[in-house]
């Protein structure tokens, strides 16, 4: 009796010594996984954003659509999210959650995207003091000085606006969030859509600059105001991009290759975005991002 004790005793000590020993290589083998695939779809997609940017750019000539109304160059992020549709078919419902409407109950989340919509608002509405108070005058340009109706203009803005953002934010910004906290993710997206705009980097630095710091401010405030949202993320990022365009286009300078105008709706931007990162900084206390959650020490 006492030996088959001893010898029931040994084979469970045997188990267990196994179960630590697979315990162990399922962690090294966690260790030395592959990095995820995040970053080859990245990848894709940008190559063929910036490429496909590049063809609709040099095909719009042919087209007879002049680019006031709309810019053909726009089509890039949306050409590039079908070939990353094609490439990771299942993958691209997980990164596109939520671009579409659906049925959901009103909220919290009415007075994010209210207030989101504002915000370009209130980004023209500086950029129209700060060229009151740099030159005294304003450059305000009447609907009537195109060839085309307001009505065709606006719903162009908003297509081209819809086709960049399918990408930006309803794609890549998913994307990087699955990586990045989301002021990181937003900003990264931001700098990005500005080095997309390639004609920029052209002119002078200080224009560029000031460019970068409006498509980086701008993308912080739409990657924290859609974080978390569940539908109409697409109409909301475009309808955002559409008000901040048509301001641009008929109550500002900043279509202009003029260096104060565009430092000074880089200024506007950033004045902007500081209430919603303060925000999101309030909110993240009360609730941890599920980035840093992941990624703290201790026990999974």
């Excluded at 083998?29 to 750019?57: D, I, K, Y």
């Amino acid at each position: 009796m006492p030996e088959r004790e001893q010898q029931q005793e040994r084979e469970q000590q045997q188990e267990r010594e196994q179960q630590q020993e697979r315990r162990q290589a399922d962690e090294q083998g966690r260790r030395r996984a592959p990095r995820p695939a995040w970053a080859a779809e990245a990848g894709v997609f940008l190559a063929v954003a910036f490429a496909a940017a590049g063809m609709c750019g040099a095909l719009q000539p042919a087209t007879g659509i002049p680019p006031a109304v709309v810019q053909l160059t726009q089509c890039g992020p949306a050409v590039a999210v079908a070939v990353v549709a094609l490439l990771w078919p299942d993958r691209i419902r997980q990164r596109l959650a939520g671009t579409l409407p659906i049925r959901e109950r009103a909220g919290a989340a009415a007075g994010r995207r209210a207030a989101l919509l504002l915000t370009p608002v209130l980004i023209i509405a500086l950029c129209v003091c700060g060229g009151l108070l740099t030159s005294g005058t304003l450059p305000v340009t009447a609907p009537r000085a195109f060839a085309h109706p307001l009505a065709l203009v606006v719903a162009a803005q908003l297509l081209g606006a819809c086709a960049e953002e399918i990408g930006w934010r309803c794609y890549l910004q998913s994307l990087l969030r699955t990586r990045f906290g989301p002021v990181a993710a937003s900003a990264l997206v931001g700098v990005v859509w500005g080095l997309w705009h390639v004609p920029v980097l052209a002119q002078e630095p200080a224009f560029a600059a000031g460019f970068l710091l409006a498509t980086t401010s701008m993308s912080v405030i739409l990657g924290l105001a859609l974080d978390g949202v569940r539908s109409n993320r697409l109409l909301l990022a475009g309808g955002f991009h559409t008000l901040i365009n048509l301001g641009m286009l008929y109550v500002t300078d900043e279509t202009a290759a003029a260096t104060a105008p565009m430092l000074i709706l880089g200024a506007a931007s950033l004045a902007a975005a500081l209430p919603w990162m303060a925000a999101a900084r309030r909110a993240a206390h009360t609730a941890p991002d599920k980035i840093v959650v992941a990624t703290a020490p201790g026990e999974r």
